[in-house]
């Protein structure tokens, strides 16, 4: 069963916007992550919060957590073309003793 | 150094045949996990190999197996294949981080079309 949710699952914007995505999940949680894939290819990591963090930065990346509504959002600011990509959100791990549960993703698209 | 290998990248089969894809994880890694990933369903996982062990495992059918090798290559193989069998089929090896998490490194995927 899936345990992250995506939302939107499709988003739509102008180069130089920026965009969020939202992920909600059911249960507790150690850490969550990010990841990006490109049409049809592998994923790619892109960051880790963990469960005692409220924001974390990475480049032009923002997340944010909030345990107690059991959701995270991702903000991409000043968006490119080459960030048009699917964007999931993946619970579960810890020293690799359960596997990462992906949500279904949203699929961004930035128009140049 | 390499990361995650998957071959082949695109095969064609039809119903009732069998398939086996292989992953080679990042050198040194032990770790490879299996996910397939369909357009309705999305990423589902299907099981992690450590050390030759299985060390977990989804919810797929038994035409679902796998098994990993000493030098840390993982097959998985898929027989009498159905037509919702066609999907992107990816491979990954955990590359931990602080405390342990389980960041995963991703290959290029399997793409198995099934007619």
């Known amino acids: 069963s899936q345990q992250g949710e995506e939302d939107p699952q499709a988003l739509s914007i102008q180069e130089g916007e920026n965009a969020t995505m939202n992920c909600s999940y059911k249960t507790s949680i150690n850490n969550l992550q990010w990841y990006r894939q490109n049409s049809g290819r592998g994923l790619v990591h892109l960051i880790l919060?963990?469960?005692?963090?409220r924001e974390k930065h990475s480049g032009r990346l923002r997340v944010t957590l909030d345990t107690s509504k059991k959701s995270s959002s991702l903000l991409i600011t000043a968006s490119r073309a080459a960030d048009t990509a699917s964007y999931f959100c993946?619970?579960?791990?810890?020293?690799?003793?359960?596997?990462?549960?992906f949500g279904k993703g949203t699929r961004l698209s930035v128009i140049a | 150094k390499a990361g995650v290998t998957q071959t082949p990248r695109y095969l064609i089969k039809t119903r009732g045949q069998q398939v086996t894809l292989s992953c080679s994880p990042i050198s040194g890694h032990r770790s490879v996990s299996w996910y397939q990933q369909t357009p309705g369903q999305g990423l589902q996982f299907l099981f992690e190999?450590?050390?030759?062990?299985?060390?977990n495992k989804g919810n797929f059918p038994g035409r679902f197996s796998g098994r990993q090798f000493s030098n840390s290559r993982s097959e998985m193989n898929v027989s009498t294949l159905e037509l919702g069998d066609s999907a992107l089929y990816l491979c990954a090896t955990e590359v931990g981080g602080r405390s342990g998490a389980n960041v995963l490194t991703f290959g290029a995927g399997s793409r198995l079309t099934v007619l």
């Open positions: 919060i963990r469960s005692n963090e």
């Open positions: 993946a619970t579960g791990g810890g020293s690799g003793n359960t596997p990462l549960v």
């Open positions: 190999y450590f050390s030759e062990t299985q060390r």
